[in-house]
């Protein structure tokens, strides 16, 4: 669904990335670990066509990210960030709405499309309000429903549950089960290894923009030998990738 | 570029724009209010001004010779039947109330006034006024004249009792013509006022109308979190930016609309306040003594329209480029500069000073040919330049936000 190849990105003399390769496949939670400014905000950037490669090729749901970066983006949806961006002065239907509309749907697939995702977040008793009176709760299930609206089949998630308390988080973490369940393929960045223990398949560690590691979780621990990925993840980032 | 997308994202934009209470309430109602009442405010302290001074004055007279005769005088030759009444005071307590506000003017008459007039011999009358006291002012203005008055009226007398006809006073007589005028409907005078007033004040606005949209749409955006969530949808980087635009652009015009409506209200509410003296400040009257063409005045208007346009692309431009709220807030507020300092600079220049070189100048052209449209002045080679000029600028700040919309580190940061 997802692969890069030899993806690199430099500002001026910076190289943020360097020369990255991954393959994710259809449905499966791929997480992205690293440290502040290791690159996976940059990585996802990239694959939602906001910055484009320095070199390198990615392609997601066989779609290049630079030559057919319209399709690319009719087929992600993004959550970016802990604090939920929604423009305050709209109801909860008008957000979702604006972004379905510029994902070209019909006005009765966007509702028939928000009557659904509105019932499965419980979100009916206040769908018509205007979003700046909500508690982070609400505006984070708006915010989910944004990024699905147009069922996308890849998820990108850059570090969802930062300054969110547990309850949100929680939700956060049930929201993407369901998308799994759902058949969505995701990428999920974080510096929480709990969280990435209990929702990935699979795990890219990155440090410095270079890819120190990608395996499954099981195969991470028995590859240390160490049932503890934060003591993985702290030896592989301390030794710079070296073993 | 998609139109649909661009639609998309300019109605947002607009609902957006106008459920915001504050921006509508400063950029919309405001003008439309404010200005009249700042009209009506000036008007109405300068009225009851005139009014205090017309039924309250009070004025003190000082005479070395003889205190009874100088106010007798005063009251048959001066005062007559206006409501003034005279206070007495020795010299230090009249000044001191003078300079309290409690009397409006002291009037001196000087030693051996009363008998060089009677000798014909000129007699001096010292006036005293407090120029912080605009009553003071008004008073010693109204007491200038009805000197002059009687000075007239004396000097006709003593040219009478010699047999001399009063004329001698006027051997010479000024006639003037102001051939600027003579182009105008029935030779009305123009109404320098208002051709001073409003393309200053349109310029202003035109400038600084569409900043609190241009925050909002693009550093707001960012300051939200919503920007890169909106990069990410199906609709291109161009369709978003000219969506942007045009928001912007028409909420600057309605704003624009507004203020006019505003300042025009103003004018009309206060007649008093714009009038050249000799014609009544009233909307017909103001258009006849314009005499505008049709052609210029479209000209002029697009000239405008083109500004407009132009100063909605660097608002977007600078609210892209800031990294926040407040950096795009700071850097806009600088916009509100060139217009005054052009504004102010062409504020006391009369059509005719307008130089063939500010044509070129954008800015500057607007204010002319809003002058000279005002005026009555058909310059169609001035007019057509300045709003060629405009659109050259239009085009070059459109290509400039076009490649800084693409740009990665611009639009990410």
């Known amino acids: 669904m997802i692969k890069m190849e030899n993806i690199t990105k430099k500002f001026n003399d910076f190289t943020a990335i360097d020369n990255l390769n991954l393959e994710i496949s259809e449905g499966e939670i791929f997480g992205l670990l690293g440290e502040n400014g290791a690159g996976k905000t940059t990585t996802l950037r990239m694959l939602a066509t906001m910055l484009k490669p320095t070199s390198g090729k990615a392609t997601v749901g066989g779609y290049d990210t630079v030559k057919e970066d319209a399709k690319v983006r009719e087929n992600i949806g993004i959550l970016f960030g802990g604090e939920t961006g929604l423009y305050d002065r709209l109801t909860a239907r008008e957000n979702i709405e604006y972004f379905g509309e510029l994902y070209d749907m019909s006005k009765e697939e966007l509702n028939s499309a928000i009557e659904k995702v509105s019932k499965a977040l419980s979100m009916q008793e206040y769908i018509d309000k205007r979003v700046g009176t909500f508690s982070k709760g609400m505006k984070q299930k708006v915010a989910f429903a944004r990024a699905i609206i147009h069922n996308p089949k890849v998820l990108l998630l850059d570090e969802p549950t930062s300054g969110l308390d547990v309850t949100a988080a929680v939700e956060v973490h049930n929201f993407i089960k369901d998308c799994k369940k759902a058949g969505k393929t995701i990428i999920f960045s974080s510096h929480t290894m709990s969280e990435i223990e209990k929702l990935c398949d699979r795990v890219a560690i990155i440090h410095k923009g270079k890819l120190i590691e990608v395996s499954t979780l099981k195969g991470l621990k028995e590859k240390y030998h160490n049932e503890n990925l934060e003591e993985i993840f702290t030896t592989l980032v301390s030794n710079g990738g070296e073993e | ?413």
């Open chain 2, 1 to 413: 570029m998609n139109f649909k997308h661009i639609g998309i994202v300019f109605k947002k934009e607009m609902k957006d724009a106008f459920r915001d209470k504050k921006s509508v309430l400063s950029n919309i109602f405001l003008p439309l209010v404010l200005i009249p009442l700042i009209y009506y405010c000036m008007n109405f302290f300068i009225k009851s001004t005139n009014k205090e001074v017309e039924e309250n004055m009070k004025i003190s007279i000082v005479s070395t010779d003889n205190g009874v005769e100088a106010n007798q005088f005063t009251k048959e030759n001066i005062i007559g039947g206006d409501k003034i009444e005279i206070v007495s005071n020795t010299y230090e307590q009249a000044k001191a109330a003078l300079k309290n506000g409690d009397i409006n003017c002291i009037i001196t008459y000087e030693e051996a006034f009363f008998a060089n007039l009677d000798k014909g011999i000129m007699s001096n009358i010292k006036l005293e006024y407090n120029s912080q006291k605009s009553a003071s002012q008004i008073g010693a203005e109204m007491l200038k004249s009805k000197i002059m008055v009687l000075n007239q009226k004396l000097a006709t007398e003593k040219l009478a009792q010699m047999n001399v006809s009063p004329e001698i006073l006027n051997l010479v007589n000024i006639t003037g013509n102001d051939v600027s005028l003579e182009d105008n409907a029935d030779g009305a005078a123009r109404n320098d006022m208002l051709i001073m007033i409003i393309p200053m004040y349109l310029v202003i606005v035109i400038v600084t109308a569409g900043v609190p949209i241009a925050i909002d749409v693009l550093a707001g955006e960012r300051e939200r979190n919503t920007f890169e969530a909106l990069l990410s949808t199906k609709a291109n980087r161009l369709s978003i930016l000219i969506g942007k635009y045009m928001a912007i652009l028409v909420f600057s015009i309605i704003a624009i609309i507004m203020s006019f409506i505003g300042l025009l209200l103003g004018i009309v509410m206060n007649p008093e306040m714009f009038s050249n003296g000799t014609q009544e400040v009233t909307m017909a009257a103001i258009f006849s003594t314009m005499n505008m063409g049709v052609g210029p005045l479209l000209l002029a208007l697009l000239s405008a329209i083109t500004l407009a346009i132009a100063f909605a692309g660097i608002q977007i431009g600078i609210s892209t480029w800031a990294k926040s709220v407040k950096e795009a807030q700071t850097y806009l507020s600088y916009m509100m500069f060139p217009a005054m300092i052009l504004g102010f600079a062409t504020m006391f220049m009369g059509v005719g000073d307008m130089q063939p070189f500010m044509a070129y100048i954008p800015i500057f052209n607007t204010i002319a040919s809003l002058k000279m449209v005002l005026s009555g002045v058909t310059n169609y080679g001035f007019l057509i330049t300045g709003v060629i000029v405009n659109i050259v600028f239009v085009c070059i700040i459109t290509f400039f936000i076009i490649k800084m919309f693409k740009k990665e580190k611009t639009v990410i940061r």
